[in-house]
């Protein structure tokens, strides 16, 4: 064989050393492309770590952008992370499967949300950015509906989010909170959850399973609350990204306002006449063929 260039070889040789298994390699290691295994062994110095990488690939089907997302948001530090009663309210393995697909904490910083946001803020921004909600859950989750509604006893409910979880054969209720956990908070999931798994749940589906997300919880008041509930209840922090406060907003000029003035300064800040736009510009030069950016996805 020959045509490699001297930084391939040089990762090759890396590769080499990295994964000494050989077992490990025909099994894993060759299930992922090679610009993913090159992006692990420039981020991920870990060999433990690094393995874990390479099967959390495999399983969930990461592309190699997603893969760097997940290294920088060291989801192999949150995950199965989550408090959970699922060891005494779920049969073995249900209860093991489970436990692995939660995470603690939830990394939302694809969105932003002011100090006072309300749930259905909360809501509505994952909702609108549903498809980096669902990989930062993980593979097998299919969304249902917001605010599914429920009727019990003559009166409406309606559920923050449902979703199926395909694996897991099981509906999961996830409730969305603002403010610290509460141990009243699981008394509504208790009655979610008996009410899917009495109107929604199938026959043949398991017990549904249900995922409290809050900012900030204290770990000994999770366990207190959890001990003698019996449906299968998870509790899971989340980080966001923060909106810029009124006043900063109000100091920053609109993108309409910097547009305007831009036009007035003309090219290198002089003022001569505006420059073509980007969109404009690329009309004029000759269409060149889009190749892959050979990034594995």
Request: aromatic letters at 10%; charged letters at 25%.
């Amino acid at each position: 064989m020959k045509g490699f260039s001297t930084r391939n070889l040089k990762y090759m040789r890396a590769l080499a050393g990295a994964f000494p298994d050989e077992a490990f390699v025909q099994e894993a290691l060759a299930q992922i492309t090679w610009y993913h295994a090159v992006t692990l062994l420039d981020k991920v110095a870990d060999p433990e770590t690094r393995a874990w990488y390479v099967r959390q690939t495999i399983a969930q089907g990461w592309s190699r952008g997603v893969l760097v997302l997940q290294i920088e948001a060291e989801a192999h530090r949150r995950h199965g992370k989550a408090i959970t009663n699922f060891a005494s309210t779920l049969p073995s393995p249900q209860s093991d499967l489970a436990r692995d697909l939660l995470k603690d904490p939830y990394n939302f910083d694809f969105l932003t949300l002011a100090e006072d946001a309300q749930e259905k803020q909360f809501q509505a921004g994952l909702l609108d950015h549903l498809r980096e909600f669902l990989i930062e859950l993980g593979v097998g989750f299919a969304f249902v509906g917001s605010r599914y509604h429920l009727e019990v006893g003559g009166k409406d409910y309606y559920l923050d989010l449902l979703f199926y979880h395909l694996r897991l054969r099981a509906f999961v209720v996830i409730e969305l909170k603002v403010k610290e956990f509460e141990p009243e908070h699981l008394g509504k999931m208790n009655f979610y959850l008996s009410a899917v798994d009495d109107q929604v749940r199938h026959p043949e589906d398991r017990p549904s399973v249900g995922l409290i997300l809050c900012p900030v919880k204290n770990s000994v008041v999770v366990e207190y609350a959890l001990r003698d509930t019996t449906k299968p209840i998870g509790v899971a922090g989340y980080t966001a990204g923060k909106a810029l406060p009124p006043e900063m907003r109000d100091a920053l000029p609109s993108p309409e306002r910097l547009e305007e003035e831009l036009r007035k300064r003309g090219p290198a800040g002089g003022g001569g006449p505006p420059r073509v736009s980007a969109t404009n510009s690329r009309k004029k030069r000759s269409p060149r063929p889009r190749t892959s950016a050979g990034d594995g996805g």
